[in-house]
């Protein structure tokens, strides 16, 4: 492995972890001599570990918990019972008149400040308006609204009195945004009249309408004017958002909740059906947010933290967690790209950022592009580079120490929307090796495993979580009995968390995150659910059946064709290709649009009727036939050939 950079003692003395081992060694009598030696028994001695964080933060509880754990059982772990306790409290007492709370910029606004004063201001007359509306705690409050200071309010206001937060990106189609809204009967929706991407403003009026009208337990409807059009709204049960602040409250009542509460509900599509409602709790994702951001990504009061985002990907939700930990919450809306790829490093320069964070894909761009961002921007402010949404090859490693900064610490985390955290990610105390992320994160029993269920290190295996997290989600919204939730993580290795990527631990402890093993789809970071791929092109008269694959390929690369079966007698051509990219784009997003389009004679099935979609993604990816697909299991094994000649094509790649 190639050593990319290595903490000073200084950087590691002055880090939140060895404070906290500090801590460890003066309150609890326990000393480590390294990360490894804390890791081991944070996952041998879990409820002493989570104890800890509850105590080194300072929880605040109205009402003490009886037992950190009642059992190790997954899934249903209950954790902290009977305490009592708001998220948003948490983050209103990082209050600072010396510093601003968040900075914002977006492709039509220059950097802008935000202050404390203003955000409780904000904060606690939306909140008053919630509940002169009846919202109460439990019920669940929506928004379709990009990454501005605005959404942070909603969804503060809503948090503080125990409604429950769910948001979708206003570049989402309506269907996309009915199939996920719909399941979760929500009250209240914000939205925007419209917002700004590639420098065009888009007018979202007339899909606000819609999604009032297709969302029947929606009482009302609070339009913010973003683009200057929403004096033009014909829409029903609107309250525009200067009239939802039109009031005299002036402090912010914070409710109490269960630890287990529910808190925000994010969707992470399978591979059939809706996409699944993930619920996390107010507790689970409060103390795994102070772990994650204070001690892992090393967060200090008054460090300005900046992730590239939309409202509808999971990092949103954990770059608003930045502000437990002190941070000055640093957002951008609009394309990265635009005018061109230095926007983000010029605000970087502009906000002094000290954490700038994005998209694998994003710097693999700017690689491409042969940018140097270290000698076009001051960036001595900069401390850290942060990396997720699919694997950073080690090109793209090397490039940030190359054209970012030498003295800077690359934090690679792989986790996901499914626990709002991270599994494996970064430590200030431990080096930075080219193509690795350095280290499980405390309290993560997390392993690569065979099919046997045996742990491998030095050998690709599965990502199985083998002990319970906090934020692993209560349930999913409308999941009778638990059953998806179960088959979703459960099924392969009963009792434990398979998550559904391939990955390698070395000896050293790095790993290396190869790509998904199931079938759902990586584009751009983002995860979608072939299901929603195969509505859209279903929509198309031609097409009779559909099967869509995405693939890694090197240098951090992603290949998404789809498969199409025509209706008898007909041969693609550009104006079928034509109808079926417009129909996902317009029902979902540009993200759910293949790469490349190829008629076949008959998409392979099961016996049992399902599309086999993994084992083509396995054949694709050139792992051993007989090893990927099992003919006997199929309704038509002579389909596999055309798979097999065309791996050839993708294996070049």
């Not at 320069?349 to 042969?370: D, N, P, S, V």
């Not at 070395?506 to 790509?515: K, M, W, Y």
């Amino acid at each position: 492995m190639k050593e990319l950079w290595r903490p000073s003692d200084e950087w590691q003395q002055q880090s939140n972890m060895t404070a906290y081992m500090q801590w460890l060694a003066d309150n609890r009598n326990l000393r480590f001599s390294d990360y490894d030696e804390l890791y081991q028994w944070s996952i041998e001695h879990i409820e002493d570990f989570w104890q800890s964080i509850w105590e080194y933060f300072g929880i605040i509880s109205t009402t003490p918990y009886t037992q950190v754990l009642a059992s190790r059982i997954m899934p249903g772990a209950q954790w902290f019972q009977g305490a009592s306790l708001n998220f948003a409290e948490h983050i209103f007492r990082r209050r600072s008149d010396e510093r601003p709370a968040l900075l914002a910029e977006s492709e039509s606004d220059n950097l802008y400040e935000v202050s404390w004063a203003e955000l409780e201001h904000d904060v606690a007359r939306l909140a008053h308006y919630l509940r002169v509306l009846g919202v109460q705690a439990g019920d669940r409050v929506v928004a379709y609204m990009p990454n501005i200071p605005a959404t942070l309010v909603a969804f503060l206001a809503a948090n503080s009195i125990g409604a429950v937060w769910s948001s979708c990106s206003p570049d989402f189609g309506t269907n996309s945004v009915v199939d996920r809204f719909e399941q979760i009967s929500p009250r209240v929706l914000f939205a925007v009249d419209g917002y700004s991407y590639n420098g065009k403003t888009i007018d979202r009026l007339d899909e606000v309408a819609r999604l009032g009208n297709a969302l029947p337990s929606v009482e009302r409807i609070v339009l913010f004017d973003y683009c200057g059009n929403a004096k033009n709204s014909r829409i029903d049960k609107v309250d525009h958002w200067q009239q939802a602040l039109d009031n005299e409250a002036t402090d912010i009542v914070f409710e109490q909740v269960a630890f287990d509460h529910p808190m925000w509900i994010l969707y992470s599509s399978g591979t059939t059906g809706i996409p699944k409602a993930i619920t996390h709790s107010h507790g689970g994702i409060l103390v795994e947010q102070y772990k994650h951001m204070a001690l892992h990504c090393d967060i200090r009061p008054g460090d300005r933290f900046f992730w590239f985002s939309t409202t509808g990907w999971v990092m949103w939700n954990i770059g608003v967690s930045s502000l437990l930990a002190g941070a000055v919450l640093v957002i951008y809306d609009g394309n990265p790209a635009c005018p061109d790829l230095d926007r983000l490093w010029s605000m970087a320069e502009r906000a002094r950022l000290t954490q700038f964070g994005g998209g694998a894909a994003y710097y693999i761009g700017c690689m491409k592009a042969g940018m140097e961002p270290g000698k076009d921007f001051d960036l001595s402010t900069l401390r850290s580079i942060g990396s997720t949404g699919s694997p950073l090859p080690e090109e793209g490693f090397e490039w940030v120490y190359e054209a970012v900064k030498q003295d800077l610490w690359l934090i690679s985390i792989s986790g996901g929307t499914d626990i709002a955290s991270a599994f494996v990610g970064s430590s200030p105390l431990l080096p930075v090796y080219s193509g690795e992320i350095q280290c499980r994160l405390l309290g993560v029993d997390v392993r690569a495993l065979d099919d046997k269920g045996e742990a491998l290190i030095d050998e690709v295996g599965e990502m199985v979580i083998t002990q319970p997290m906090p934020s692993m989600p209560i349930y999913f919204w409308n999941d009778k009995d638990g059953k998806r939730y179960q088959e979703s993580y459960f099924e392969e290795y009963p009792g434990w968390w398979r998550h559904g990527d391939w990955m390698r631990l070395s000896a050293a402890g790095t790993i290396e995150i190869v790509g998904r093993s199931d079938s759902t789809l990586n584009r751009g970071g983002i995860r979608i659910g072939t299901s929603e791929v195969y509505r859209g092109v279903e929509k198309v008269e031609a097409v009779a059946d559909s099967l869509v694959i995405s693939i890694e390929l090197s240098g951090g690369r992603h290949y998404m064709p789809l498969f199409v079966q025509l209706k008898p007698g007909l041969t693609l051509n550009d104006e079928i290709i034509g109808q079926i990219k417009k129909s996902l784009r317009q029902d979902f997003t540009p993200r759910h649009v293949p790469d490349e389009v190829f008629q076949i004679d008959e998409i392979p099935y099961t016996m049992t009727g399902k599309k086999l979609e993994t084992p083509i993604k396995k054949i694709l990816m050139g792992f051993d036939l007989e090893k990927s697909v099992n003919r006997d299991a199929m309704r038509n094994p002579e389909t596999i050939d055309y798979f097999i000649e065309f791996s050839k094509v993708t294996q070049a790649m």
